[in-house]
């Protein structure tokens, strides 16, 4: 029995909404215990009463995170890294639409706590517990270097200055999440973690509920006229975590391969982000002992 953390889903607010949902329900069924992460209590509790008519209650834990706050977000990795020695899969796919600036209580801006903050803390705080698994993997639903992709906005990574533009907030996280793996590669080189990036394409999830009108109505008939099921996706991001690739980074569009080698994936950049977050959550450069990854931390440069 293996596993699987899971985290959200394009559009969805957690492990117990779209693709994150759909997926997780297909590890049940396969035979996986699966921890779901989520803000909503009501969807948690229909993903244990699913579980329970598949016959998987005891193999179903739902944890109810606020994972746009940074100390929630580093306290579930701990707690997690604790009650689960050995993890197979980290799945990261929380984010959520915010159509204006919100400030959370720790002073970050909350789209971008929750799309990047919190997959770095859970990547880094769980890394211990996936490198004890006998094929583990990270896979990030995120933006995978396409033609239209983000920039990282490196003089205002939060919007402080000048008017919100959510969109540019989801852009510079799709871009930023694709070099939280190149750069989670390039750290732990020589690991046994492989780190995939994942880009689901058009998918019929919760999107539009945080959206305003008219552009709400408009996106779900495009959805209904072009979005690919969760379940049809979640199947294709299933049969990743059931065969990962071998590289230490790789890349998919739609199921389909992505060639890493162009200037979304550049290292120096990516480390470059790596720093700031760094030092923006004011942690220390982190041990990288076999099986570290763990909430304690240490200098070592």
């Given at each position: 029995?293996?596993?699987?953390?899971?985290?959200?889903?394009?559009?969805?607010?957690?492990?117990?909404?779209?693709?994150?949902?759909?997926?997780?329900?297909?590890?049940?069924?396969?035979?996986?215990?699966?921890?779901?992460?989520?803000?909503?209590?009501?969807?948690?509790?229909?993903?244990?009463?699913?579980?329970?008519?598949?016959?998987?209650?005891?193999?179903?834990?739902?944890?109810?995170?606020?994972?746009?706050?940074?100390?929630?977000?580093?306290?579930?990795?701990?707690?997690?890294?604790?009650?689960?020695?050995?993890?197979?899969?980290?799945?990261?796919?929380?984010?959520?639409?915010?159509?204006?600036?919100?400030?959370?209580?720790?002073?970050?801006?909350?789209?971008?706590?929750?799309?990047?903050?919190?997959?770095?803390?859970?990547?880094?705080?769980?890394?211990?517990?996936?490198?004890?698994?006998?094929?583990?993997?990270?896979?990030?639903?995120?933006?995978?270097?396409?033609?239209?992709?983000?920039?990282?906005?490196?003089?205002?990574?939060?919007?402080?200055?000048?008017?919100?533009?959510?969109?540019?907030?989801?852009?510079?996280?799709a871009r930023a999440n694709d070099l939280?793996?190149?750069?989670?590669?390039?750290?732990?080189?020589?690991?046994?973690?492989?780190?995939?990036?994942?880009?689901?394409?058009?998918?019929?999830?919760?999107?539009?509920?945080?959206?305003?009108?008219?552009?709400?109505?408009?996106?779900?008939?495009?959805?209904?006229?072009?979005?690919?099921?969760?379940?049809?996706?979640?199947?294709?991001?299933?049969?990743?975590?059931?065969?990962?690739?071998?590289?230490?980074?790789?890349?998919?569009?739609?199921?389909?391969?992505?060639?890493?080698?162009?200037?979304?994936?550049?290292?120096e950049t990516a480390a470059r982000l790596?720093?700031?977050?760094?030092?923006?959550?004011?942690?220390?450069?982190?041990?990288?002992?076999?099986?570290?990854?763990?909430?304690?931390?240490?200098?070592?440069?």
């Open positions: 029995m293996r596993t699987i953390v899971i985290t959200g889903g394009t559009g969805g607010t957690g492990g117990t909404d779209g693709i994150g949902r759909a997926l997780a329900l297909r590890r049940l069924r396969g035979g996986d215990r699966v921890v779901a992460l989520g803000s909503g209590q009501a969807k948690g509790e229909r993903f244990l009463e699913e579980a329970r008519r598949l016959g998987a209650g005891d193999r179903a834990v739902f944890h109810r995170a606020d994972l746009g706050s940074v100390a929630v977000s580093r306290a579930v990795a701990a707690e997690l890294a604790q009650a689960y020695p050995v993890v197979d899969a980290l799945v990261l796919g929380a984010y959520r639409h915010h159509p204006d600036r919100v400030e959370t209580a720790e002073g970050f801006e909350r789209a971008f706590a929750l799309y990047v903050l919190s997959r770095h803390l859970l990547a880094e705080g769980l890394r211990g517990s996936l490198e004890r698994a006998d094929s583990p993997v990270i896979l990030s639903l995120c933006g995978v270097g396409g033609i239209r992709a983000g920039r990282i906005h490196w003089d205002d990574l939060q919007q402080a200055r000048g008017s919100y533009r959510p969109l540019r907030a989801t852009m510079q996280g939280l793996g190149v750069s989670f590669a390039e750290r732990h080189a020589g690991r046994r973690t492989r780190y995939v990036l994942y880009n689901p394409g058009f998918v019929a999830t919760g999107m539009t509920e945080p959206l305003r009108q008219p552009m709400r109505g408009l996106v779900r008939v495009m959805a209904w006229l072009f979005a690919r099921s969760a379940d049809e996706t979640a199947g294709q991001v299933a049969e990743v975590l059931d065969h990962p690739p071998a590289a230490p980074l790789s890349g998919f569009f739609r199921g389909g391969p992505v060639d890493l080698d162009r200037p979304g994936f550049d290292r790596h720093g700031v977050l760094r030092d923006m959550l004011g942690e220390t450069v982190r041990s990288d002992r076999p099986g570290g990854g763990g909430a304690g931390r240490e200098r070592t440069d």
